[in-house]
């Protein structure tokens, strides 16, 4: 029953670049709105960005945007994260998840991947 499955999670230094790829199943990916969120230990899940079916609307929070990148290759079922300049703080467990519209909120998700570890050392 898995639909989403991200790849590409890994240990970088501070400053580096990691691309994150979520791979979806025709039936979940066509869903307009695809985002990521974040987990770290102790943390609540944060929303980190989200993109429209078209891929010419993106959606980043505030501690995200003009580092990360997300982009969307719907022939592909998959939508990617490009995170450079990656900083200690970005350490967390990232999440693909899939919606029928825009939403910063975790709640405003029903689909979710398993997730993969980011760890960025200094």
């Known amino acids: 029953q898995v639909q989403l499955v991200e790849s590409g999670g890994g240990l970088v230094q501070a400053g580096g670049s990691l691309r994150l790829s979520c791979a979806a199943s025709?039936?979940?990916?066509?869903?307009?709105?695809m985002g990521w969120f974040r987990q770290a230990p102790g943390k609540e899940r944060e929303f980190v960005t989200a993109?429209?079916?078209?891929?010419?609307?993106?959606y980043y929070s505030d501690s995200v945007k003009g580092r990360f990148t997300i982009s969307r290759d719907n022939a592909k079922n998959t939508v990617y994260l490009q995170m450079n300049s990656l900083k200690p703080e970005d350490t967390a467990i990232y999440y693909c998840?899939?919606?029928?519209?825009?939403?910063?909120?975790?709640?405003?998700?029903?689909?979710w991947g398993q997730g993969t570890q980011v760890t960025v050392s200094l």
């Open positions: 993109i429209n079916w078209n891929g010419d609307m993106p």
């Open positions: 025709g039936r979940t990916f066509s869903r307009n709105v």
């Open positions: 998840a899939a919606s029928w519209k825009y939403s910063s909120s975790r709640y405003g998700y029903d689909c």
